[in-house]
T-cell receptor
Framework: GENVEQHPSTLSVQEGDSAVIKCTYS??????FPWYKQELGKRPQLIID?????GEKKDQRIAVTLNKTAKHFSLHITETQPEDSAVYFC???????????FGAGTTVTVRA | DAGVTQSPTHLIKTRGQQVTLRCSPK?????VSWYQQALGQGPQFIFQ???????QRGNFPDRFSGHQFPNYSSELNVNALLLGDSALYLC????????????FGDGTRLSIL
């Protein structure tokens, strides 16, 4: 099955700096890559997603890039704020497959 | 517009018991997926229901079963509970025509004593 690896497991950044989280996937048939933010005790919330026919997508301070050749995708958060502190999960889904395969998560702490 | 709702919020059971968790999908969604999230890990896919049938199943034993009702709501049943079943159980819904994205509920925290 699909294997998604996520790095780093923890990330501490100064407020205003950028944060980057990287995920790699194993199955070249994967074609959908969402990112979820999960605050303590709350539901995973979809923050951005990208499909394999697009190389980059941006939504305000958040962007995702996809490199299909290398089979990796990354989340970029610019101008980080304390409310960005949370656990971030990447996931991948294959064509004709209904499940999401998740990475292990990255705990992001934004220092004021 | 109500999002995905799950009940109960928390549940405590003992080994060997059975449990039923419930999920109502987001308005307009017809597909329900269930995930298990152990502490400090990413969600793991249990199964997905569409048109009242289990459409795809992850690597979980037969002790885990489910159901989907005509109104698209769903139940997750776990029999013969083990200590290792302690986790957050998340329900996610989506529109099959679109397939993705999946929107999650707040989950049910299940503790096995």
């Amino acid at each position: 099955g699909e294997n998604v690896e996520q790095h780093p497991s923890t990330l501490s950044v100064q407020e205003g700096d950028s944060a980057v989280i990287k995920c790699t996937y194993s199955d070249s048939a994967s074609n959908y890559f969402p990112w979820y933010k999960q605050e303590l005790g709350k539901r995973p919330q979809l923050i951005i997603d990208i499909r394999s026919n697009v190389g980059e997508k941006k939504d305000q301070r958040i962007a995702v890039t996809l490199n299909k050749t290398a089979k990796h995708f990354s989340l970029h958060i610019t101008e980080t704020q304390p409310e960005d502190s949370a656990v971030y999960f990447c996931a991948a889904s294959k064509r004709n497959d209904y499940k999401l395969s998740f990475g292990a998560g990255t705990t992001v702490t934004v220092r004021a | 517009d109500a999002g995905v709702t799950q009940s109960p919020t928390h549940l405590i059971k003992t080994r060997g018991q059975q449990v039923t968790l419930r999920c109502s999908p987001k308005s307009g969604h017809d597909t329900v997926s269930w995930y298990q999230q152990a502490l400090g890990q990413g969600p793991q896919f249990i199964f997905q229901y569409y048109e009242e049938e289990e459409r795809q199943r992850g690597n979980f034993p037969d002790r885990f079963s489910g159901h989907q009702f005509p109104n698209y709501s769903s139940e997750l049943n776990v029999n013969a509970l083990l200590l290792g079943d302690s986790a957050l159980y998340l329900c996610a819904s989506s529109r099959d025509r679109v397939r993705q994205p999946q929107h999650f509920g707040d989950g049910t925290r299940l503790s096995i004593l």
